[in-house]
């Protein structure tokens, strides 16, 4: 009979550029509502896959404090649930080699993240860039983590990262790892350029405007909210109506992230009105409930070493938890054990 895992969330960011508020609507705010339902979890910043890109050294470092005092600063304890930075805990590379050699090409190629990234330039990106997805199975299985609490964009990874899991019980005709559950829930899980509501807000994009950062104050956001591309339509009473208005609809999903409230109950408020009257209600809302964060995580970031210190003490937690399911792993795959 397969075995019952005890349900245990992981989820990771990747500490590259800063973090955007769809980092935080999609990511952050719903690790917190995870954490205090008191569900055991593990959250990581992936710094080894933040260098599948070209990363400057001292700017890593820097983004992965930032990272660290943004999730504490959104609510994240780190008594309660385990924080850490990736490459403190060797398990996570270890296992991802051992995935290397289970997960296909064929399988990796098929990646819409991988294509969207390496573009016309497939020849020349990192064989880390394309390896990733099997390091990122490795991160959520070293854990036997259950659920998976990400962004629509990462629906494919964890896709592939049952695949591999089935294909090593499999392989070995083992039960040993589980086959994780996306959960991919909420009015917010893919947050959408504020200049293009065909593409997502993204911290790598070029121009500044077309999001928010976590690190933005009160005017910034306002501006940008402003300048944000709409229609000139009114909000229409129900969510039907916003169907074929991808700008509306992400200005009004991220208004019912932001205040907790189902998108039709901010339709029922708004109905009618336009984005002359909408457009500074959330940026009220929006500076509202970003600027506390920002404000702790410049606190934060005052204190790096209480930071570092934070991040050594979650990696041993992390560890500990990790290195009994490599050994385990190990002896599956006929790796000999003597030391
Ligand atoms: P990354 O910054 O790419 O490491 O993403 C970290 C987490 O934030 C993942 O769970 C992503 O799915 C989520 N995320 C990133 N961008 C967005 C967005 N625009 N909307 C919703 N979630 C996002
Ligand atoms: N690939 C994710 C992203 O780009 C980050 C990530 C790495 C992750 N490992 C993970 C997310 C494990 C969830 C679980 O956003």
């Not at 259950?146 to 083992?174: M, S």
């Not at 005017?219 to 916003?242: F, M, N, V, Y």
């Not at 959330?282 to 500076?287: G, P, Q, T």
């Amino acid at each position: 009979m397969a075995p019952t895992f005890t349900p245990r969330v992981f989820s990771g960011i990747k500490p590259s550029g800063g973090l955007t508020l769809g980092n935080y609507l999609g990511a952050l705010k719903r690790f917190v509502e995870t954490q205090d339902k008191g569900t055991e979890a593990v959250y990581c910043i992936v710094d080894l896959h933040a260098i599948t890109v070209w990363q400057n050294p001292a700017d890593l470092r820097h983004a992965t404090r930032e990272l660290a005092a943004g999730f504490i600063a959104s609510g994240i304890d780190p008594e309660k649930s385990v924080l850490f930075n990736q490459s403190q805990v060797s398990a996570h590379a270890e296992l991802g080699w051992i995935f290397n050699c289970v997960a296909r090409m064929g399988w990796m190629g098929r990646m819409t993240q991988f294509k969207e990234k390496s573009g016309k330039n497939s020849e020349k990106v990192s064989l880390g860039l394309f390896a990733y997805p099997s390091l990122m199975a490795a991160d959520i299985l070293i854990y036997h983590a259950t659920h998976v609490p990400v962004g629509d964009d990462q629906k494919q990874h964890l896709e592939l990262t049952r695949d591999i899991a089935a294909k090593f019980n499999n392989d070995f005709g083992v039960d040993f790892f589980p086959l994780v559950e996306p959960v991919i829930e909420g009015p917010a899980t893919r947050v959408m350029n504020l200049r293009d509501g065909t593409s997502k807000m993204s911290k790598s994009d070029t121009s500044d405007m077309t999001r928010i950062n976590m690190t933005d104050d009160a005017d910034a956001i306002a501006t940008k909210i402003r300048k944000a591309k709409t229609d000139s339509e009114p909000l229409p009473e129900t969510s039907e109506g916003l169907e074929d208005r991808p700008e509306a609809r992400n200005l009004v999903n991220i208004y019912a992230a932001l205040d907790d409230r189902p998108v039709a109950d901010v339709l029922r408020e708004f109905a009618g009105q336009g984005f002359g009257a909408f457009k500074p209600k959330l940026a009220e809302l929006a500076v509202a409930k970003l600027a506390p964060i920002s404000t702790e995580m410049s606190r934060l970031m005052q204190e790096p070493d209480e930071i570092d210190r934070i991040l050594g003490r979650g990696a041993e937690r992390a560890e500990a938890i990790a290195r009994p399911i490599l050994e385990q792993t190990y002896d599956i795959v006929g790796l000999v054990r003597s030391r």
